[in-house]
Each structure stands twice: as C-alpha cells, then as structure tokens.
C-alpha cells in the first residue's frame, strides 16, 4: 500500500484546510485509516480514525472541529480540520491499519506526511 497526502499549508487561527490522502492497492476499503499529527520535538499522536465500515473515533482536543471521512470508489480519506489552532501546527501523516474492537493499531503503511502550518 502506497499513501500520498496533501492538502497542507498554512492559514490563519479560526480558518480551514481539508488533507486527502490517496491510496494505492485494491485493499483500501477493508483497511482502517488514521490521521496522525507531529509537532516539532514532540511524539506523532493519533489525531482521529475511521474504520472500513465508517466508524469514526477523534482525540479530545480534535473533537467538534476535525472530520474525517473516506471514499472507497477514490481509495481516499480526508481530515476537514476548521476551527483550526496554532496547537493543530504540525507535519500529518496517514496511516492505514486496523481496528481490534475499538482500537486502533497502525501499520508500517505512512503517507509522507503534510505540514499544517497554523498562524496566530
């Protein structure tokens, strides 16, 4: 599997920016995709999930601002991020892996990550 985000950039506290990232391979629909974030000096977190059903999962700090959704027929899944903070600057990463029950586990399948630059 080969995953290639984008949709990066950099925009002012308050505003919106929506990350794709599209997947190579004819598993995409039976894979759970995660969006992961990495701020400078800091530990790649887990921002937000979705399962090959649909089932979405969102970190606090995310929730009620990012969205993330998925397109079986393009092999994409997309982060609506709005409301976005100067705390949401960092490099995001795909990732497609799966869920054991609620849980997500990551595989060695990353995008090449995106920088989501957040202005104050």
């Known amino acids: 599997v080969q995953l290639q985000a984008s949709g990066g950039g950099l925009v002012q506290a308050g505003g919106s920016l929506r990350l794709s990232c599209a997947a190579s391979?004819?598993?995409?629909?039976?894979?759970?995709m995660g969006w992961y974030r990495q701020a400078p000096e800091e530990r790649r977190e887990l921002v937000a999930t979705?399962?090959?059903?649909?089932?979405?999962d969102y970190k606090d700090f995310v929730k009620g601002r990012f969205t993330i959704s998925r397109d079986n027929v393009k092999n994409t899944v997309y982060l609506q991020m709005n409301s976005l903070k100067p705390e949401d600057t960092a490099v995001y990463y795909c990732?497609?892996?799966?869920?054991?029950?609620?849980?997500?586990?990551?595989?060695?399948?990353w995008g090449q990550g995106t920088q989501v630059t957040v202005s104050s």
């Open positions: 990732n497609a892996g799966y869920h054991v029950g609620p849980y997500y586990h990551p595989s060695k399948y």
């Open positions: 391979g004819s598993t995409f629909s039976g894979a759970s």
């Open positions: 979705i399962s090959s059903s649909g089932t979405t």
